[in-house]
T-cell receptor, first 115, second 112 residues
Framework: DGGITQSPKYLFRKEGQNVTLSCEQN?????MYWYRQDPGQGLRLIYY???????QKGDIAEGYSVSREKKESFPLTVTSAQKNPTAFYLC??????????????FGPGTRLTVL | RKEVEQDPGPFNVPEGATVAFNCTYS??????FFWYRQDCRKEPKLLMS???SGNEDGRFTAQLNRASQYISLLIRDSKLSDSATYLC?????????????FGRGTSLIVHP
């Protein structure tokens, strides 16, 4: 089946620990994105990548890091520098990096809770 | 002023009702527009793209008004299963990329 997978679905972390969220897609999409959603809020862009080995900061990149070593994978690391990491994290991908009309497809998300 | 604004609702309507949501955007250079649906604790899923000429998909109609910088979503004959949050998305060209900006979403509750 084609799609986007994120793991784990639920993640608990102690304060001061780094944690990495996985995002994999087999849609052959060029672009991949990471969003954060807080209760009652819209999605806020953390990082995006339009091509392998390149990525750009979004609106709220502080305390996060990413890598894009393979087209299919875009892992997000939540570092201890992120002050309020408890949130719902969503990964998305889309086909075209210049079209603008391309559709974003989302993974099922990871709920991160910092204890 | 936020780039993309939506009335958070909730809109509470009976089955069979017609309901409309608006979404305003601040950047006149915005290129493309979408409506997504998000169920509670799930990921957003594309409902429909919004074209300049307006477009319809069954009970759903989307309109774009570039002059007033808003998009709208009309749902006719509401079903219980339409209860969800509806997210407006606007994509703005930036350095060759098209960065999506999401609204906070409008909550719809359809009751019997």
């Amino acid at each position: 089946d084609g799609g986007i997978t994120q793991s784990p679905k639920y993640l608990f972390r102690k304060e001061g620990q780094n944690v990495t969220l996985s995002c994999e897609q087999n849609l052959n999409h060029d672009a991949m994105y990471w969003y954060r959603q807080d209760p009652g809020q819209g999605l806020r862009l953390i990082y995006y990548s339009q091509i392998v080995n390149d990525f750009q900061k979004g609106d709220i990149a502080e305390g996060y890091s990413v890598s894009r070593e393979k087209k299919e994978s875009f892992p997000l690391t939540v570092t201890s520098a992120q002050k309020n990491p408890t949130a719902f994290y969503l990964c998305a991908s889309s086909m075209s990096r210049r079209g603008g009309t391309d559709t974003q497809y989302f993974g099922p998300g990871t709920r991160l809770t910092v204890l | 002023r936020k780039e993309v604004e939506q009335d958070p609702g909730p809109f509470n309507v009976p089955e069979g009702a017609t309901v409309a949501f608006n979404c305003t955007y601040s950047n006149s250079a915005s290129q493309s527009f979408f409506w997504y649906r998000q169920d509670c604790r799930k990921e957003p899923k594309l409902l429909m793209s919004v074209y300049s000429s307006g477009n319809e998909d069954g009970r759903f109609t989307a309109q774009l008004n570039r002059a007033s910088q808003y998009i709208s979503l009309l749902i006719r004959d509401s079903k219980l299963s339409d209860s969800a949050t509806y997210l407006c998305v606007v994509r703005l060209a930036s350095g060759g990329s098209y960065i999506p900006t999401f609204g906070r979403g409008t909550s719809l509750i359809v009751h019997p």
